[in-house]
């Protein structure tokens, strides 16, 4: 007799009794402290934006007080990448620092010769791209270039290889070099190919040694 015939044993299930979580968000200070060696970010004046930010990435995983949060994130690599893409900020736009893209373009014309930068931190691309752009449009041969971006947010890093851009990251850009350097699709502009091979790393440890001593060294 196949076992779908038999007849089923009456089990009566136990219901089970809904487990109440009681929320403990109180306490912060070891948080913005982890987060702060980690990262080399202070929230400073914005306390209460990094409480709010917490609170919600805690209750999207279940995650009842600050101080379980602190556990995981010593424990599950995953969830701390998740916590810094959360809590970094990667907005930013092409020709944003034009003053000191000016600088770096100048100083590679004087070397003359094949050149490393290294871009940190290279959130969403913009930075290094520009860089790249700016030396192309000074004569500086592609083969002379070299830039590496680095930075510590994993989808700001996605992003970058990826290189579409909406309006407000291209605002900056003479028409001429939008027309000459990106492809519009749409709504969007897609960085074209001979410009978007750059290197990106992703090493947060790296970053945030550099970050520091360039903030030690100020
Ligand atoms: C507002 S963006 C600036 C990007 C770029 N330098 C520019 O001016 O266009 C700030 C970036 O710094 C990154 N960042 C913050 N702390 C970092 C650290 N310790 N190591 C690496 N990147 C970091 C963030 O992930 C974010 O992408």
Same mark, same amino acid.
């Given at each position: 007799?196949?076992s779908?015939?038999k007849k089923?044993?009456?089990?009566?299930? &136990?219901? &089970?009794? =809904?487990?109440?979580h009681?929320?403990?968000?109180?306490n912060? @200070?070891?948080?913005?402290?982890?987060?702060?060696?980690?990262?080399?970010?202070?929230?400073?004046?914005?306390?209460?934006?990094?409480?709010?930010?917490? %609170?919600?990435?805690c209750k999207? $995983?279940?995650?009842?007080?600050?101080?379980?949060?602190?556990?995981?994130?010593? +424990?599950? #690599?995953?969830i701390?990448?998740?916590?810094?893409?959360?809590l970094?900020? #990667? @907005?930013?736009?092409?020709? $944003?620092?034009?003053k000191? %893209?000016?600088?770096?373009?100048?100083?590679?014309?004087?070397? +003359?010769?094949?050149?490393?930068?290294?871009?940190? *931190?290279?959130?969403?691309?913009?930075? =290094?791209?520009?860089?790249?752009?700016?030396?192309?449009?000074?004569?500086? =041969?592609?083969?002379?270039?070299?830039?590496?971006?680095?930075d510590? +947010? $994993?989808?700001?890093?996605?992003?970058?290889?990826?290189?579409?851009?909406?309006? $407000? +990251?291209? !605002?900056?850009? *003479?028409?001429?070099?939008?027309?000459?350097?990106?492809?519009?699709?749409?709504?969007?502009?897609?960085?074209?190919?001979?410009?978007?091979?750059?290197?990106?790393? !992703?090493? =947060?440890?790296?970053?945030?040694?550099?970050?520091?001593?360039k903030h030690?060294?100020?």
């Open positions: 007799m196949f779908f015939f089923k044993k009456n089990i009566v299930k &136990e219901k &089970e009794s =809904p487990v109440s009681v929320e403990k968000f109180s912060i @200070e070891p948080l913005l402290k982890y987060f702060q060696e980690e990262t080399g970010i202070t929230f400073e004046e914005q306390i209460d934006i990094f409480i709010n930010k917490v %609170i919600l990435f999207q $995983r279940n995650i009842y007080s600050f101080c379980e949060l602190m556990k995981i994130l010593k +424990n599950d #690599n995953i701390k990448q998740d916590f810094v893409d959360y970094t900020t #990667n @907005e930013t736009y092409f020709y $944003r620092e034009l000191q %893209i000016k600088q770096c373009v100048e100083f590679a014309k004087k070397e +003359n010769k094949s050149i490393k930068i290294l871009c940190a *931190p290279s959130a969403t691309g913009e930075e =290094p791209y520009s860089i790249a752009i700016a030396m192309l449009e000074a004569g500086i =041969p592609a083969n002379q270039i070299h830039i590496t971006g680095i510590i +947010n $994993r989808e700001a890093l996605q992003k970058a290889k990826q290189a579409i851009y909406k309006e $407000r +990251n291209i !605002h900056n850009l *003479p028409l001429q070099i939008l027309e000459k350097y990106f492809i519009k699709e749409n709504d969007k502009y897609l960085l074209k190919e001979n410009i978007k091979s750059l290197d990106f790393l !992703h090493n =947060p440890k790296l970053v945030q040694k550099l970050l520091l001593l030690e060294e100020l």
